[in-house]
């Protein structure tokens, strides 16, 4: 692939080695000017790339990730859906598992890529700095493992983004500082490009995918995006869906992906045309109409060899912003393979039954311009970022960063879905849900309709779970998990929860540590849409906690 031999020329490889064994390499966060989006700002880059370059190894191999922070911020990197047993020191997240690299310095994240193949990505957890910051992960199985699919001609990374002309933290830092909403994106693009029909480049800029006639193309798509969900179709093609989030699907063809933040989607995209260019987009799915979105379409060409430049295009009509029913359509058809090899192990039981109410608030703010400001909460409760990183707070007993009282069911009851209560006034806290080593766990993420009812991109660190159970309206505890699939449900790690609705998740908590639950959608993480589960050491060793790494960054 062309994005693995980037891999090799451009960052500090060391020689990899064999299978299950480890890999080395060096990340270098650096800027350089932006000249391709009609602005010459200065980014935040990984090695100098937009997107970064892809992370590539086997499953089972040792993973070790030299990153040296050249920019003026603090930075951390999240290795996004990457399970990280035993292994939270190396999560990323800012002030949950780590403090930050601090400018001019490094830390080597060391993890083991265990029972994991497919594609995931990486990006950087603080601030909004994930805007440019951002990359593929690409795990092929053990070697002499065939995929469960025909195995493709070649492979091709697709990553979804999101583009500001302005300073993505001038622009988050200025919402903060008025209450409001910050501005939206001025593009969308794909693995940097938005694309011949934006009116922000020349005609020839667009990325290209160049396609042989009779073969079929292995598509790892990322919507690595700070705040829409993407729809991904290309022009004249069915796509057959293979795996999600790193786990292999019950494949299925549709002409339209849908993907939300922070998820990760593999296609198998067959080239049974003669010839010709054929228009490849990605489009806004937003279905809260009161909500401000960016609703430019990013576009590739997808060009079969030996066709001219100058050829005809064939386009597509790209979907509504609001295609609820196309959206819903494509969550309902995925289930996971649950073959012998790759089973479903869906917990029958639970041990720990929360309802988390997810939506937005509106709090005092004295210094902004209507006195309030907005912010986002779960159980009413707006996540506040300690000063110092929760899994060593944890890990060393260190009194008053956090307590462990976070509620398992909203303190009020309400109609969800309808109007909503008259106060919207949040409350704050540093508060983490203490669970159990092996612990099973349902989590009920119920959408509200305080101010707006909205889809949200849920993203669950250290485990992934099983989708069981999703619907319109608000949950009941009687009759919705009569409906539930306990068979072969989804695997993943991050959900779009429905707008105006529900979804149930369920995981084991076979993963010590301090794990992050929060929306993908940067905007509502940065107002307190994000809490943390705690989970407790097992017996012995092989269930507790790795004791910190030496050069652990300090706060």
Known sequence: MESVRSLLLLISLFPAIANGLTRHYKFNIVTRNATRLCSTKPIV??????????????????????????????????W?????????????????????????????????????????????????????????????????????????????????????????????????????????????TINGHPGPISTCVSPQDGYKLQVNRGKTYLLRIVNAALNEDLFFKVAGHKLTVVEVDAVYTKPFIV?????????????????????????????????????????????????????????????????QRNATPLATSFADSLRSLNSKTYPANVPQNVDHSLLFTIGLGINPCPTCINGSRVVAAINNV?????????????????QGVFTTDFPGKPPVAFNYTGSGPTNLQTTNGTRLYRIAYNSTVQVVLQDTGIIAPES?????????????????GNYDPKTSPSKFNLVDPIERNT?????????????????????????????????????AFLVEDGEGANESLLPPPSDLPKC
Request: aromatic share 10%; charged share 10%; net charge neutral.
């Open 45 to 78: 880059t990984v090695n100098g790339q937009f997107p970064g370059p892809t992370l590539s190894a086997r499953e089972g191999d040792n993973v070790l990730v030299k990153v040296v922070n050249h920019v003026k911020y603090n930075v951390t990197i999240h």
């Open 80 to 188: 996004h859906g990457v399970k990280q047993i035993r292994t939270g020191w190396a999560d990323g997240p800012a002030y949950i598992t780590q403090c930050p690299i601090q400018p001019g310095q490094s830390y080597v994240y060391n993890f083991t890529l265990t029972g994991q193949r497919g594609t995931l990505w990486y990006h950087a957890h603080i601030l909004w700095l994930r805007a440019t910051v951002h990359g593929a992960i690409v795990i092929k199985p053990k070697l002499h493992v065939p995929y469960p699919f025909p195995n493709p001609h070649q492979e091709l990374v697709l990553i979804l983004g999101e583009w500001w002309k302005a300073d993505t933290e001038a622009v988050i830092n200025q919402a903060t500082k008025t209450g409001q909403a910050p501005n939206i994106s001025d593009a969308h």
């Open 255 to 319: 002409d339209t992906v849908l993907i939300t933040p922070g998820q990760t989607t593999n296609v198998l995209l067959t080239t049974d045309k003669s010839s010709g260019n054929y228009l490849v987009t990605a489009s806004t799915f937003m279905d809260a109409m009161i909500i401000a979105v960016d609703n430019h379409t990013a576009t590739a060409t997808l060009q079969y060899k030996g066709t001219l430049a100058t050829s005809p295009l064939s386009t597509v009509e790209v979907p």
């Open 495 to 531: 959900i779009g929860m429905p707008s105006g609705g529900w979804a149930a998740i369920r995981f084991k908590a076979d993963n010590p540590g301090v794990w992050f639950l929060h929306c993908h959608f940067e905007v509502h993480t940065s107002w307190g849409l994000k809490m």
């Open 382 to 398: 707006s996540f506040v970022m300690p000063e110092m990183a929760l899994l060593e707070a944890h890990f060393f007993n260190k």
């Open 456 to 472: 949200h991109p849920i993203h669950l660190h250290g485990f992934n779970f099983f989708v069981v159970g999703q619907g319109v």
